[in-house]
């Protein structure tokens, strides 16, 4: 079965960047498009991007686009969430998942298969 895990993230100042991986075991990523979601205490889970099995069409939120990259190398069943000029209201849980293709790409609840998050604190 498949299954997804997050990396990369941690304590970073206002401003900075960083580079979320989400590589998957059990299976290849290659016919899957995938999400990116986080979750912040007290918040529900808000969608942030989505990439296509082939990595040519990519969505954003707006409170992402123009910061947040998303990208895919399917060589290493690897995709990646380039995340620069961090604000402080961007610390959360992030979640990379398979998009089962159910409903709207931000909407978490058609979402099944999940990684277990990476925390991301932007904090001076």
């Known amino acids: 079965q498949l299954q997804l895990v997050e990396s990369g993230g941690g304590l970073v100042q206002p401003g900075g960047s960083l580079r979320l991986s989400c590589t998957a075991s059990?299976?290849?990523?290659?016919?899957?498009?995938i999400a990116w979601f986080r979750q912040a205490p007290g918040r529900k889970r808000e969608g942030l991007s989505h990439i296509n099995p082939s990595g040519g069409s990519t969505r954003y939120a707006d409170s992402v686009r123009g910061r947040f990259t998303v990208s895919r190398d399917n060589a290493k069943n690897t995709v990646y969430l380039q995340m620069n000029n961090l604000k402080p209201e961007d610390t959360a849980v992030y979640y990379c998942?398979?998009?089962?293709?159910?409903?709207?790409?931000?909407?978490?609840?058609?979402?099944?298969?999940w990684g277990q998050g990476t925390q991301v604190t932007v904090s001076s």
């Open positions: 059990g299976g290849s990523l290659d016919n899957y498009s």
């Open positions: 998942a398979v998009d089962p293709h159910r409903g709207a790409w931000s909407f978490a609840g058609s979402y099944d298969v």
